[in-house]
T-cell receptor, first 114, second 112 residues
Framework: SAVISQKPSRDICQRGTSLTIQCQVD?????MFWYRQQPGQSLTLIAT?????????ESGFVIDKFPISRPNLTFSTLTVSNMSPEDSSIYLC???????????FGEGSRLTVL | GENVEQHPSTLSVQEGDSAVIKCTYS??????FPWYKQELGKRPQLIID?????GEKKDQRIAVTLNKTAKHFSLHITETQPEDSAVYFC???????????FGTGTRLTIIP
């Protein structure tokens, strides 16, 4: 199984600022994804982080607000730009096991925007 | 795109009784159906999954059944224990589609 590390684990941010979340996988993976989980809610896919090309965003999410990098097969970043209180949420990095297709999650980054 | 519905949203059962959570999906091409357990403040963790070429899969007290014709699948937990209390999410993934679509979640509470 893949081990996924995320940082920061939590942060309190001021309105209008941006924060970058880092995600490191302990093995090379093909697919990496970023999810958002608002309090008491399900997991909503923000985008698929593609290695060497632009991320693929889901409906309702745009690159200007959530720029994503994927420089190699083990690392990705998600930036939450120009934050507002509505962006307060848990952001989860995930990756597919290349052998089983199982989706593993990082511990999540809990952002609070004041 | 895929749409996954999950019921019930909350479920309380007496310790030792069984719990059943049901999900339906919309895309008939979906072929992979995992179930995740999320404890408070923790990451979701896979507890069991099933692929479309199998009708049922069991792992100790946990089982999943799949009805492709009706496009629904269910999680069954027998002999429930307090540590089974958590939020459970079903999900579905289509053939040739790498992303998972999650259900809305079920908060399961085991009453001692």
């Amino acid at each position: 199984s893949a081990v996924i590390s995320q940082k920061p684990s939590r942060d309190i941010c001021q309105r209008g600022t941006s924060l970058t979340i880092q995600c490191q996988v302990d093995s090379q993976v093909t697919m990496m994804f970023w999810y958002r989980q608002q309090p008491g809610q399900s997991l909503t896919l923000i985008a698929t982080a593609n290695q060497g090309s632009e991320a693929t965003y889901e409906s309702g999410f745009v690159i200007d607000k959530f720029p994503i990098s994927r420089p190699n097969l083990t690392f990705s970043t998600l930036t939450v730009s120009n934050m507002s209180p509505e962006d307060s949420s848990i952001y989860l990095c995930s990756a597919d096991s290349p052998n089983t297709g199982e989706l593993f999650f990082g511990e999540g980054s809990r952002l609070t925007v004041l | 795109g895929e749409n996954v519905e999950q019921h019930p949203s909350t479920l309380s059962v007496q310790e030792g009784d069984s719990a059943v959570i049901k999900c339906t999906y919309s895309d008939s091409a979906s072929n992979y159906f995992p179930w995740y357990k999320q404890e408070l403040g923790k990451r979701p963790q896979l507890i069991i999954d099933i692929r479309s070429n199998v009708g049922e899969k069991k792992d100790q007290r946990i089982a999943v059944t799949l009805n492709k014709t009706a496009k629904h699948f269910s999680l069954h937990i027998t002999e429930t224990q307090p540590e089974d209390s958590a939020v459970y999410f079903c999900a579905a993934r289509g053939f040739g589609n790498e992303k998972l679509t999650f259900g809305t979640g079920t908060r399961l509470t085991i009453i001692p």
